[in-house]
């Protein structure tokens, strides 16, 4: 069955996000109140609460949650909880990182597990199974909201308006892989912009309209809220800072350049120069313990790093003007002793008109960044995503279709 995409189609699913949103941050309201809130007409707002109860979406809420009144109490709606969760998987480099939440915007559960750089897609996948069946004890259930946001490294390209949006060639092996194993759309997307999403929404940026993210992790990449919106870019090539130059002369990399950021500040470069150094850290936990002991090879290796970050993300603010820049990815595990280098090149090189408005902070979602921006993805619910394509595989009609599979 096919679910309308015209302009009445969107409207109602606006409206549906409205009365949601409402329920979400207010918990059990009344007819009455949410008609005031929301300011649609009667008509409209019971047109639209008789289908988000029908759909199992809205429930009529239990006695101790309706508030207290003189005489009979109005009837109150809330968010059923057990309507379904949204997944996200974060499919990084070396790990796979899983967290779900459901309607209420409840996070039933995260997980991690680290695997080997080589580990074939379909054993990913697998992983990625076994550790979404671990989340809420095992009783993670998909049901009305049934969908996953997932993150994979690098660009991931989407279809342009003459392209054919109804093949079913996937962008990345991992989607049809997802789809067959869950069975539920999947809206794939680079996991260093899902992270990006994730502290803008519920993370060390949440508030601000104008953020640059930098991950520092075996690969260095990011993202960028401009104007309130996740920016994406031509063909969702936005956010690579890690291939920014920093040394003509460097080494080479990845990308097919040479002595771009990633080169000096991932984690595989960081370790190598330590060690080409005569320091001694097979991992970043190890260069932790290195720095906090007072080892001075480390601290004048991230003094350099550092500088380098710090010149990119200046030359960055300089052509965006964020307020908030965030930092994170296991290197910023570091602390001050690359956080405080990265300041002082960023205050040293950024306009002046600029050196006391932009806020330099460390991430706080941890490994759950990038699973978390999945389900932003999914939910599509943020301010943030008002510019963000929803993208064909999560388009209403698939969802349609996936309410009509469950039992």
């Known amino acids: 069955m096919s679910h309308p995409r015209g302009p009445l189609a969107q409207l109602r699913r606006g409206h549906e ?20 809130l929301c300011q649609l007409s009667r008509t409209t707002l019971y047109d639209i609460l008789a289908g988000l109860v029908a759909g199992g979406a809205v429930v009529t809420a239990s006695p101790q949650d309706a508030p207290r009144g003189r005489g009979r109490p109005a009837e109150t709606l809330t968010l059923n909880p057990e309507a379904g969760q949204a997944i996200g998987i974060d499919f990084a480099r070396r790990a796979v990182h899983v967290a779900a939440v459901n309607l209420a915007h409840e996070i039933v559960g995260s997980a991690s597990e680290p695997h080997d750089a080589d580990l ?31 993150g994979v490294v690098g660009p991931v390209g989407w279809p342009e308006p003459e392209d054919d949006l109804e093949s079913d060639e996937p962008a990345h092996p991992v989607q049809s892989l997802l789809r067959e194993r869950f069975g539920a759309p999947v809206l794939l997307d680079n996991n260093t912009r899902l992270a990006a999403l994730g502290e803008a929404i519920w993370g060390a940026a949440a508030g601000d309209r104008d953020v640059l993210y930098l991950r520092l992790s075996h690969g260095v990449g990011g993202g960028l809220v401009v104007g309130g919106a996740l920016h994406r870019g031509a063909y969702g090539l936005s956010g690579e800072f890690g291939h920014i130059t920093v040394d003509p002369d460097g080494a ?46 480390a601290l004048t290796l991230l003094k350099d790093v550092g500088g380098a970050i710090g010149g990119v993300l200046a030359a960055v603010c300089n052509a965006i003007g964020p307020s908030a820049i965030v930092v994170g990815g296991e290197l910023a595990e570091t602390g001050p002793a690359l956080i405080e280098p990265v300041e002082r090149a960023l205050r040293a090189q950024v306009m002046p008109v600029s050196r006391h408005r932009v806020s330099l902070r460390r991430a706080t979602l941890g490994e759950a960044a990038g699973a978390l921006g999945g389900i932003a993805l999914v939910l599509h619910e943020s301010p943030l995503l008002s510019r963000y394509p929803a993208g064909p595989d999560l388009a209403p009609d698939l969802l349609e279709e996936t309410k009509q599979r469950q039992p």
């Open 17 to 36: 996000e409205l009365v949601l949103g409402l329920l979400r941050k207010h918990g059990p309201l009344s007819r009455g109140e949410l008609g005031k």
């Open 120 to 150: 074939p897609w379909g054993q990913r996948v697998d992983l990625a199974e076994r550790l979404v069946g671990s989340l809420n004890d095992g009783g993670l259930r998909l049901g009305a909201l049934s969908a996953i946001g997932a």
């Open 252 to 297: 080479p990399c990845d990308c097919g350049g040479a002595g771009c950021l990633e080169t000096v500040a991932s984690i595989r470069a960081v370790l190598d120069a330590y060690r080409a150094a005569g320091g001694r850290a097979d991992d970043v936990p190890e260069l932790v313990k290195a720095i906090r002991a007072g080892d001075g090879t």
